[in-house]
Nanobody, 120 residues
């Protein structure tokens, strides 16, 4: 069984910073990509940032220049560094880790979500 535990959310003022973390444990051995999604009230869940097994990153336009995704493969952990936060960043943030399985295929695991609130 696989568990993804998220941490780092909270209340922050506009312009502030937060670092989210998502640590995987259990029966996961060949992690492919890692990603962060967010979902605000009344909106669909959207991809914020993704990092491939090779370290290639992609960001939503709203996150470019402010957010950084990085991973620690030894710790099976993905992070999202969020700087210059804006009220519109307020959402529940979810991590997703994709595991490569055999026979060839993938299996996705999701974190429980962590609330990020940006408000003065």
């Amino acid at each position: 069984q696989v568990q993804l535990v998220e941490s780092g959310g909270g209340l922050v003022q506009p312009g502030g910073s937060l670092r989210l973390s998502c640590a995987a444990s259990g029966n996961i051995f060949n992690i492919n990509s890692m990603a962060w999604y967010r979902q605000a009230p009344g909106k669909e869940r959207e991809l914020v940032a993704v990092i491939s097994s090779g370290g290639t990153t992609n960001y939503a336009d709203s996150a470019k220049g402010r957010f950084t995704i990085f991973r620690d493969n030894a710790k099976k952990t993905v992070y999202l560094q969020m700087d210059s936060l804006k009220p519109e960043d307020t959402a529940v943030y979810y991590c997703k880790i994709r595991d490569q399985i055999w026979p060839p295929g993938t299996r996705d695991y999701w974190g429980q979500g962590t609330q990020v609130t940006v408000s003065s």
